[in-house]
């Protein structure tokens, strides 16, 4: 009985649809657990480009329930247009292979005008969130107030719900009904794939199947232990997993950290190793940081242990599957920082506000880069040796083994060192 959990070592967009297609590969089930369609798990395979938002990356391969779990936040709106991409590109889902929790919360065009709103009234001091509806959706919940997936099979409900949601967030009746309208009309596609969740996930654990759990998002975009407040509104860490399946955390025996051999972010707040410069811009170029759901540029920097340790220790890995090493060819140096200082001293904590994060001054430790190129490279033995130290510095770091090396974006760019599945 073990399930295998792969989460973001970073903020996000460290490559978690590659890895975790090569994974689902050999999976029984996937399993989404938090946040919504703020993500986008990129899976490039021979019969084009998908960017999965809300659909779990096993739906690419064959065999596999999906299932969008109890604790994630799902717009109808983005799923239907997922779920047809999937159909006219042959990989059409039925209730067979994609089961959504009727615990889910649900985003709706109020959650959206909202979360807009917010940002305006925030001005320069915005989060750059998404504009997906997650923090309302989230927030709602919280608060008890907003709509699951599974009352969708009661009209009364959400005759009932969505003017008093409405009135919350300042709506129109005019919006209101047309909320209403909306969620009527999708019952009939919608409700066959709400099932038991919960008791899926039980009976394939009791019959040794392989699960594997999707996070989205990083760690450091961890609503508790993130870099707060410019984070998403869900627990990313593995962790989370537990709660949102309704499993004893006991049956999460493994974890994948993902990581990018390089650090990104996407949106406001602090990055102690950002590389504000022409380096920082090249980085962007050569890797695509452009975000898979906003296009908006990311930030870019050298790769910082520091989180990459905190990351560690609040997930717990056991592998590492470390993404876009092909982005660092041909640098004459890489760094990797170590520590952070503050006040010209170092400091032995992460710090908890975003107004200490910003002042620190990160150490750096500097390594010999490569000149060959790492693309299309098959093992760890027939990368540079130079490669092969920096990654193995980095696996001492997080005192994870190295597991999985992506070296292009397809998904046969990679190159596996550990058999993940055969150790559970
Ligand atoms: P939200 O999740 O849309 O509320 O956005 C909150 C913060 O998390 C913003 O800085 C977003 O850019 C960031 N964020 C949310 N989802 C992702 C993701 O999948 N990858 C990277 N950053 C994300």
């Known amino acids: ?55 779990p990356c ?17 717009n109808p709106k983005i799923l239907l247009r997922e779920l047809d991409q999937l159909k006219e590109m042959g990989h ?13 919360h649900l985003i709706t065009d109020l959650h959206l005008h909202y979360e807009a709103w917010i940002e305006e009234q925030l001005g320069k001091a915005k989060l750059d969130t998404t504009l997906r509806g997650i923090g309302p959706a989230y927030a709602l919940k919280a608060l008890r107030l907003n709509l699951r997936a599974g009352e969708l099979r009661h009209e009364k409900t959400i005759r009932n719900r969505i003017p008093l949601l ?3 967030l300042g709506a129109s009746k005019d919006d209101s009904e047309k909320v209403i309208d909306y969620l009527l009309s999708i019952r009939e596609w919608f409700t066959p794939f709400l099932g038991d969740d919960r008791k899926l996930i039980w009976e394939a654990l009791q019959n040794n199947r392989k699960i594997l759990l999707e996070g989205a998002q990083g760690t450091l975009l ?25 499993i004893p955390p006991r049956f999460i025996t493994s974890s994948i950290g993902m990581m990018k051999a390089y650090t990104t972010r996407v949106g406001a707040g602090p990055f102690p190793t950002e590389l504000a410069n022409e380096l920082g811009e ?17 930030r870019c920097g050298w790769f910082d242990g520091v989180i990459a340790g905190y990351s560690s220790s609040l997930n717990g890995w056991n592998y590492l599957a470390i993404t876009k090493l092909d982005v660092l060819d041909g640098l004459e140096k890489v760094k990797i920082c170590v520590a952070y200082k503050l006040n010209g001293k170092a400091i032995d904590y992460f710090p908890s ?26 093992s760890f033995d027939e990368l540079p040796k130079e490669a092969q130290n920096y990654l193995e510095r980095i696996s001492e770091i997080t005192g994870a083994q190295l597991a999985i090396i992506s070296v292009g974006s397809h998904r046969d ?3 596996v060192l550990e058999d993940v599945w055969s150790s559970l």
């Open 222 to 246: 961890d609503i508790d232990h993130g870099t707060y407040p410019f984070v998403t509104s869900s627990n990313t860490l593995v962790g989370a997993g537990s709660a949102s399946l309704g």
């Open 166 to 168: 409405a009135k919350i």
């Open 92 to 104: 059409a889902q039925n209730s067979s292979t994609l089961t959504i929790s009727p615990k889910a």
């Open 353 to 378: 506000e975003a107004e200490e994060l910003t002042q620190v001054e990160p150490v750096y430790e500097e390594m010999p880069g490569w000149r060959e190129t790492v693309e299309g490279k098959k």
């Open 282 to 298: 090249q980085l962007r170029e050569k890797g695509g940081e452009y975000g898979a759901t906003t296009r908006r540029p990311r």
């Open 58 to 74: 096993g739906a690419l391969r064959e065999g596999v329930l999906n299932i969008i779990a109890a604790g994630t936040v799902i």
């Open 1 to 55: 009985m073990a399930i295998l959990s792969l989460v973001g070592a970073q903020w996000g967009d460290e490559g978690k649809g590659k890895i975790g297609d090569v994974l689902a590969q050999r999976a029984n089930l996937v399993v989404r657990y938090n946040g919504g369609d703020n993500a986008g798990h990129t899976i490039v395979t021979d019969g084009g480009t998908f960017i999965l938002h809300i659909v």
């Open 413 to 415: 760019e990679t190159i």
